[in-house]
C-alpha cells in the first residue's frame, strides 16, 4: 500500500525551513566569539541578524556589553604624556598643553634648588678666645731684695732658677747662679753669662773660664777648692750684648745675698759693669784698677776688693795680660 502524497506547497515549507535552520547553525556565532569595536556588540551580517531575530535571540545576542570603569584621575595623572592610551585620537593631543600649563604651578611646592655661588668660599665664623689672665707682674729690685733677705744659699739658687724680675727671663736656656769652692777665701765676680755658660749653667766656661782657671792656678788658687765664681747678671743678655741698668739693678739682690752668705776674705771683681755696679761708681776699669777698695756687705763687715780685666777682653788683647798679672799680685798682698 502506498502511502499519500505530500501536497507540493507543504513540502516546499518544510524544506526551506530545514535549509534557514541549518544555515543557522553554520552561521551564528558561537559562545566563545570575539568582541571587537567601541560598542562591545558581536560583528555579524544583516542575514545572521534575520535568523536570530527569527529563533528570538537577537537582542540577547547583540545585548551591550558593561563599560568598562573610568581609571581615576589621580591615575590619568601618573601617567607619562608619552604613552597615551590605546584608541586615543586626535582629541588627547590638547592635553599635553593643558599639562604644561599646570606644570609651572605644581613647580613652586617642589624644594627649592641650592642657589650657585661665585668666588672664594666663606669664611668660618672666628672663634672666640678665652680671655687668658695676664701674667703676673714683674717684681722690682726691692721686692727680690725683700724674698732673699732670709734664703740660704740652695734657696737662693732655687729664686735664681725662677727669676722674672726682668725681661732676660724669657730668652734664657739656664740661669746661672755661680759655681766654687767653700769655705771662700775669694769671690771671683764677672759682668754676665755668655753663650757657652748660658747651655751649661755654669760661670765662666770655654777659652775665658780656662784663662781664668790658670789666672788663680797662678797664685795658688782654684774654684774647686776655695773660689766662688758667680756674676752680676743670672741670665745671657741677647747676643752678648752689655747688661742694661734695669738688668743690672734687678739682678743685684741676688749677688748681695750671696756675699753675705759667702763671706770671702777677698773680691776679684774682672770687667767694667761688674766693677761699677759693687762699687756704686761710673768710673772707668782703668781708674779703678791698681788699688785695694773696701765693699761693705749686709753685715756691716768691709771686704777688700781689687779690680782687674774680664778674660774674654784679655784674649782680644793679650797685651794686657801683664797688667792683669799685677792686679792678681795685689790680691794676694792683702791675705
Same mark, same amino acid.
Given at each position: 500500500?502506498?502511502?499519500?502524497?505530500?501536497?507540493?506547497?507543504?513540502?516546499?515549507?518544510?524544506?526551506?525551513?530545514?535549509?534557514?535552520?541549518?544555515?543557522?547553525?553554520?552561521?551564528?556565532?558561537?559562545?566563545?566569539?570575539?568582541?571587537?569595536?567601541?560598542?562591545?556588540?558581536?560583528?555579524?551580517?544583516?542575514?545572521?541578524?534575520?535568523?536570530?531575530?527569527?529563533?528570538?535571540?537577537?537582542?540577547?545576542?547583540?545585548?551591550?556589553?558593561? $563599560? =568598562?570603569?573610568?581609571? +581615576? %584621575? @589621580? !591615575?590619568? *595623572?601618573?601617567? #607619562? /604624556?608619552? &604613552?597615551?592610551?590605546?584608541?586615543?585620537?586626535?582629541?588627547?593631543?590638547?592635553?599635553?598643553?593643558? $599639562? =604644561?600649563?599646570?606644570? +609651572? %604651578? @605644581? !613647580?613652586? *611646592?617642589?624644594? #627649592? /634648588?641650592? &642657589?650657585?655661588?661665585?668666588?672664594?668660599?666663606?669664611?668660618?665664623?672666628?672663634?672666640?678666645?678665652? $680671655?687668658?689672665?695676664?701674667?703676673?707682674? @714683674?717684681?722690682?729690685?726691692?721686692?727680690? /731684695?725683700?724674698?732673699?733677705?732670709?734664703?740660704?744659699?740652695?734657696?737662693?739658687?732655687?729664686?735664681?732658677?725662677?727669676?722674672?724680675?726682668?725681661?732676660?727671663?724669657?730668652?734664657?736656656?739656664?740661669?746661672?747662679?755661680?759655681?766654687?769652692?767653700?769655705?771662700?777665701?775669694?769671690?771671683?765676680?764677672?759682668?754676665?753669662?755668655?753663650?757657652?755658660?748660658?747651655?751649661?749653667?755654669?760661670?765662666?766656661?770655654?777659652?775665658?773660664?780656662?784663662?781664668?782657671?790658670?789666672?788663680?792656678?797662678?797664685?795658688?788658687?782654684?774654684?774647686?777648692?776655695?773660689?766662688?765664681?758667680?756674676?752680676?747678671?743670672?741670665?745671657?743678655?741677647?747676643?752678648?750684648?752689655?747688661?742694661?741698668?734695669?738688668?743690672?739693678?734687678?739682678?743685684?739682690?741676688?749677688?748681695?745675698?750671696?756675699?753675705?752668705?759667702?763671706?770671702?776674705?777677698?773680691?776679684?771683681?774682672?770687667?767694667?759693669?761688674?766693677?761699677?755696679?759693687?762699687?756704686?761708681?761710673?768710673?772707668?776699669?782703668?781708674?779703678?784698677?791698681?788699688?785695694?777698695?773696701?765693699?761693705?756687705?749686709?753685715?756691716?763687715?768691709?771686704?777688700?776688693?781689687?779690680?782687674?780685666?774680664?778674660?774674654?777682653?784679655?784674649?782680644?788683647?793679650?797685651?794686657?795680660?801683664?797688667?792683669?798679672?799685677?792686679?792678681?799680685?795685689?790680691?794676694?798682698?792683702?791675705?
Amino acid at each position: 500500500m502506498m502511502a499519500a502524497a505530500t501536497p507540493p506547497d507543504q513540502a516546499a515549507r518544510t524544506g526551506a525551513s530545514r535549509t534557514s535552520a541549518s544555515r543557522t547553525d553554520a552561521d551564528a556565532p558561537t559562545a566563545g566569539a570575539s568582541v571587537s569595536g567601541n560598542a562591545g556588540a558581536p560583528r555579524v551580517n544583516p542575514l545572521q541578524r534575520l535568523w536570530l531575530r527569527e529563533i528570538g535571540m537577537e537582542r540577547l545576542w547583540l545585548r551591550q556589553e558593561p $563599560a =568598562a570603569p573610568s581609571r +581615576p %584621575a @589621580a !591615575a590619568q *595623572a601618573q601617567q #607619562p /604624556a608619552s &604613552a597615551p592610551a590605546a584608541g586615543a585620537g586626535p582629541a588627547a593631543a590638547p592635553a599635553a598643553p593643558a $599639562a =604644561a600649563k599646570a606644570s +609651572p %604651578a @605644581a !613647580a613652586p *611646592a617642589a624644594a #627649592p /634648588a641650592a &642657589a650657585v655661588r661665585s668666588g672664594p668660599p666663606p669664611r668660618p665664623p672666628a672663634r672666640t678666645r678665652e $680671655a687668658s689672665p695676664d701674667p703676673a707682674p @714683674a717684681p722690682t729690685p726691692a721686692e727680690v /731684695a725683700e724674698r732673699v733677705r732670709d734664703a740660704s744659699l740652695e734657696e737662693l739658687s732655687a729664686q735664681v732658677q725662677a727669676c722674672t724680675a726682668c725681661g732676660l727671663c724669657h730668652g734664657r736656656r739656664h740661669a746661672v747662679f755661680g759655681h766654687g769652692g767653700q769655705p771662700t777665701r775669694w769671690m771671683v765676680i764677672g759682668e754676665a753669662p755668655g753663650e757657652q755658660e748660658d747651655r751649661q749653667g755654669l760661670p765662666f766656661v770655654g777659652r775665658s773660664g780656662q784663662l781664668l782657671d790658670a789666672m788663680l792656678a797662678s797664685v795658688g788658687m782654684s774654684r774647686e777648692r776655695d773660689v766662688f765664681i758667680a756674676n752680676v747678671i743670672k741670665c745671657r743678655p741677647p747676643g752678648n750684648r752689655n747688661p742694661k741698668p734695669e738688668e743690672i739693678a734687678a739682678c743685684s739682690p741676688y749677688l748681695m745675698r750671696q756675699i753675705a752668705l759667702l763671706k770671702p776674705e777677698r773680691i776679684l771683681v774682672v770687667g767694667r759693669f761688674a766693677a761699677q755696679t759693687l762699687l756704686g761708681t761710673d768710673a772707668t776699669i782703668g781708674n779703678l784698677r791698681g788699688r785695694i777698695h773696701r765693699f761693705k756687705d749686709e753685715s756691716g763687715r768691709e771686704i777688700p776688693v781689687v779690680v782687674s780685666y774680664h778674660p774674654a777682653y784679655l784674649l782680644r788683647s793679650p797685651s794686657e795680660k801683664a797688667r792683669a798679672w799685677q792686679d792678681l799680685r795685689l790680691a794676694c798682698s792683702q791675705l
